[in-house]
């Protein structure tokens, strides 16, 4: 199974400021076939289900705000919010869909300071 | 527009089964997998396998195999998970996916005595 591993777990960040999260693979989730990192982030508030943020890692879904942004390649992936708003208050995880059992990230929650 | 509606929250009695619905409209039922992802209260997400809503087959976590059993209606364009031999540790939110994008609204199963 890929593991998935996020850090920080939490972090606290003032409004306006960078939020960094990161996830790293415990195998690589490229396919060479296609060169696309099968590697999705998602947003949850509570009493909701995850919203799809990112996908092939850095690839914005449709309506998501450009403050959002994937990068990262092999087994090494970032989710950065340029400048936090109070409504990305949430929990972000991160998710590979490259083999089974596909595989989440523990989850990092994200504050206001 | 593409929409996943889950059946009700239900309350089972350890070792009972359960039979969670997913009905699916807006897309054409049969071109896609639908995956089954739970998520216990406070925790984080956890996939449980996937059905090809074409042919029928499956591919079920480990973690659930013997224990789950995923089918589809394509007469009714719904998909289904039933549990057995529920246990407390059971209690979570149960989702129907498709893709990494559109998710349903969740269904809560309770296991309790």
């Known amino acids: 199974d890929i593991v998935m591993t996020q850090s920080p777990d939490s972090l606290a960040v003032s409004l306006g400021e960078r939020a960094t999260i990161n996830c790293k693979s415990s195998?690589?989730?490229?396919?060479?076939?296609?060169?696309?990192?099968?590697l999705a982030w998602y947003q949850q508030k509570p009493g909701q289900p995850p919203k799809l943020l990112i996908y092939w890692a850095s690839t914005r879904e449709s309506g998501v705000p450009d403050r959002f942004r994937g990068s990262g390649s092999g087994t090494d992936f970032t989710l950065t919010i340029s400048s936090l708003q109070a409504e990305d208050v949430a929990v972000y995880y991160c998710?590979?869909?490259?083999?089974?059992?596909?595989?989440f990230g523990q989850g990092t929650k994200v504050e206001i300071k | 527009q593409v929409q996943l509606v889950q059946s009700g929250a239900e309350v089972k009695k350890p070792g009972a089964s359960v039979k969670v619905s997913c009905k699916a409209s807006g897309y054409t039922f049969t071109d896609y997998y639908i995956h089954w992802v739970r998520q216990a209260p406070g925790q984080g997400l956890e996939w449980m396998g996937w059905i090809n809503c074409n042919s029928g087959g499956t591919n079920v976590a480990q973690k659930f195999q013997g224990r789950v059993a995923m089918t589809r209606d394509t007469s009714i364009n719904t998909a289904y998970m039933e549990l057995n031999r529920l246990r407390s540790d059971d209690t979570a939110v149960y989702y129907c996916?498709?893709?990494?994008?559109?998710w349903g609204q969740g269904t809560l199963v309770t296991v309790s005595s």
């Open positions: 996916v498709r893709g990494e994008t559109y």
């Open positions: 195998q690589s989730v490229l396919y060479s076939s296609n060169n696309k990192e099968y």
């Open positions: 998710h590979q869909y490259h083999s089974t059992p596909r595989t």
